[in-house]
Nanobody, 122 residues
């Protein structure tokens, strides 16, 4: 099994920045694609960003230019800049044991963390 643990969430003022981290443990040799998803209050989960080793990261249109995803072996990061009120959500780290095409949805990922909350205030 693979376990994912997010950290770095918290409150932030609109226009500010924060950095989320995800640590993978267990059978991490099976990991291939990793990504970030989020669930705004009362809404469905949505893609934030994804990355495969040696590939160009991809981003949701609503956040492109304001976030950067990066990966270092079993660690996954999400840098957020110029955050907006609508960025308030629970952010989840996700992983798959196979290559996942860019912009794929949550159903393509097998492993999930418990999430870390981000609250943006005006």
């Amino acid at each position: 099994q693979v376990q994912l643990l997010e950290s770095g969430g918290g409150s932030v003022q609109a226009g500010g920045s924060l950095n989320l981290s995800c640590t993978a443990s267990g059978s991490i040799g099976r990991l291939n694609t990793m990504g970030w998803f989020r669930r705004p209050p009362g809404k469905e989960v949505e893609l934030v960003a994804g990355i495969r080793s040696g590939r160009t990261p991809y981003y949701a249109d609503s956040m492109k230019g304001r976030i950067t995803i990066s990966r270092d072996k079993s660690m996954l990061y999400l840098q957020m800049y110029m955050v907006k009120d609508e960025d308030t959500a629970t952010y989840y780290c996700a992983a798959a044991d196979r290559p996942v095409p860019p912009m794929s949805g949550a159903h393509e990922y097998s492993y999930w963390g418990q999430g870390t909350q981000v609250a943006v205030s005006s």
